[in-house]
């Protein structure tokens, strides 16, 4: 896909656009700070970030009402001594600097509520910040902290507290003196343990420990009888311990990327759960208990050892995705019929020979992959999917498909490559809002006239298949911008190509083309066009005239080697690969 470069050209600047930032004052304060100087005591709020400051001006002393301060996204390493004259401040911005200490004074602002250090290179905590006893939101996330000094425990304003992407290998106790915290962030650090005191935090909602190197959990983690969201993914937990089905309230559960091979029973205890995410773990067995958590409205299974499925996962009558990709599932139970509300089902890279006819009762399911399985026949009931928007039949071993597969009328996306489909049932022209088809890798020899009426088709591949003619209805496809029909036995091209006027991509590569219609040259919008390894007598005049062509291959056509120079004067602007691998 193409990026496009955005590229901000800074020339001669004034040194005060630079330190005092843009010339406007808005409804929410200054963004200019020799504009704040004229009327000091009237400034509330101060937005001088994205200034490439790297001086904050001692007269900052004189905003003695401000409120608000936002230096983030500067290049401060220090701050004046004059920022203990902002006694009214309640928040204030230093985020993506370059501090690395914090002046003595700035303890003086009793009144600060929120402070923003995220992003500076901090080595240590900034003991200054220790006495805000009014602090409520505190950040240091992305510095270089090692260490927690015991000094946090008195912030017992604080309500948030953000410490994600440091060098944290251990929490002092004193952490459980944050009683009023709503929210705990430690991702990205080193902790190998948590200390009992995490289990005095009562009033807390949300507990992040993504990427640690967390082994095991205090039991005292199933007293945080307030907690919704627990993230613990990508670290290194074999068993959960049983006191986690206290967490009632939980209502998110992120444990991907650890080393459990089972769930203890006690997870029935977490009937608030709505979200679970135990995607690349060691587990072989999921325990019937599973079945019991009657909220849980996703559930990530992917890159586990299961070869079953229990019979109670019935009970999930509220779970709309189940992700069961890259798992060793050999067959499903009947009862997933049954999950009435599902609207994705992921079962890629299993051992699946077949499919239970019950599938066809998921009528709400939108989202159906069941690619590098087995599978050698589709239930016919696969039509009763109404909803169904995007279908993944890749890698399997299908003879034939279903006339049934008609019936999908919402069907926008589906791929039956690398299959061994021999013929397609022109029901496949009643899936009006197909907007993609891949065939690739199949033992195609024909396509029914019907693919035609697919009038909203955007892709087609039809590459590796055993087609030596192409019907006319093709041309049909007026929507039809990529089309890939790579090793075939093609042998002429009909003249309705020349009605795919929005096609921009075109392979026609190892086929047994000797000429093209001159209808060719009505494709006006074709950039990229591949004719390598047909056996052209002569240079194809017709493509001459396709006036936003950009690359054209010419690979394997070894009459043309000697054309090269008087194909490139007719093609000035075109890059052209004529390279022969013989």
């Known amino acids: 896909m193409n990026q496009r470069k955005r590229w901000i050209v800074c020339v001669v600047l004034c040194f005060f656009c630079k330190l005092y930032g843009e010339d406007r004052k808005d409804n929410k304060g200054y963004r200019n700070f020799n504009d704040a100087l004229k009327k000091p005591m009237d400034v509330r709020v101060l937005d001088l970030s994205h200034n490439q400051l790297t001086v904050l001006p001692k007269e900052i002393g004189q905003l003695q009402n401000l409120e608000e301060l936002d230096l983030s996204y500067n290049q401060l390493s220090t701050l004046p001594n004059e920022i203990e004259m902002l006694r009214k401040l309640r928040k204030l911005n230093l985020g993506r600097n370059q501090l690395k200490s914090l002046p003595q004074e700035i303890g003086r602002l009793q009144k600060l509520e929120e402070l923003n250090l995220g992003g500076n290179p901090f080595t240590a905590f900034p003991q200054e910040i220790a006495g805000f006893q009014n602090l409520k939101i505190l950040s240091l996330e992305n510095n270089q902290l090692a260490v927690l000094p015991n000094e946090i425990g008195k912030l017992r304003s604080l309500k948030h507290l953000n410490l994600g992407y440091n060098q944290l ?12 915290l709503v929210s705990l962030h430690l991702s990205n650090n080193q902790l190998a343990t948590l200390p009992q005191e995490i289990g005095k935090l009562q009033n807390l909602h949300s507990l992040n420990l993504d990427n640690n190197r967390l082994r095991t959990l205090p039991n005292e983690i199933g007293t945080l009888q307030n907690l919704q969201w627990l993230y613990l993914s990508d670290n290194q937990l074999t068993v959960l311990p049983q006191e986690i089905g206290k967490l009632q309230n939980l ?35 999921l325990s019937k208990e599973i079945g019991q958590l009657k909220r849980l409205g996703s559930l990530d299974l992917e890159y586990n050892q299961l070869a079953t499925l229990p019979q109670e996962i019935v009970g999930l009558q509220n779970l709309q995705g189940l992700n069961l990709d890259n798992n060793h599932l050999t067959v499903l139970p009947k009862e997933i019929g049954q999950l009435k509300r599902l609207g994705g089902l992921g079962l890629e890279y299993n051992q699946l020979g077949s499919f239970p006819q019950e599938i066809g009762q998921l009528q709400n399911l939108k989202y159906l992959n069941l690619g590098h399985n087995r599978l050698t026949t589709l239930p016919q009931e696969i039509g009763t999917l109404q909803r169904l928007e995007w279908l993944d039949l890749e890698y399997n071993q299908l003879g034939s498909l279903p006339q049934e597969i008609g019936q999908l009328q919402n069907l926008k996306s589906l791929d ?20 993609s088809l891949n065939l690739e890798n199949n033992q195609l020899t024909v396509l029914p006239q019907e693919i035609g009426t697919l009038r909203r088709l955007e892709w087609l591949n039809l590459a590796n298949n055993q087609l030596r003619i192409l019907p006319n209805k093709i041309g049909k496809l007026r929507k039809l911008e990529y089309l890939d029909l790579t090793n075939n036995q093609l042998t002429n091209l009909s003249q309705e190509i020349g009605t795919l006027r929005k096609l921009e991509w075109l392979s026609l590569e190892n086929n047994q083309l000797r000429t093209l219609p001159k209808e060719i040259g009505q494709l006006q919008r074709l950039e990229w066009l591949d004719l390598s390894g047909n056996p052209f007598t002569t240079f194809p005049q017709e493509i001459v005239g396709l006036k936003h062509l950009e690359t054209l291959i010419l690979k394997d056509i070894p009459v043309l080697l000697s054309e090269q120079e008087k194909i490139r004067k007719l093609l000035p602007d075109v890059t052209i690969h004529f390279e022969s691998t013989e």
């Open 169 to 180: 290998t251990v929490l002092p106790q004193e952490i459980g003196k944050l009683q009023n």
């Open 251 to 285: 209502v998110s559960l992120h444990l991907s990327n650890n080393q459990l091979t089972t769930l203890p029973q006690e997870i029935v205890g977490l009937q608030n759960l709505q979200d679970l995410n135990l995607k690349n773990n060691h587990l072989t067995v």
């Open 416 to 435: 039956m490559s690398d299959n061994q489909l021999a013929i397609l049932p022109k029901e496949i022209g009643q899936l009006k809002r197909l907007g």
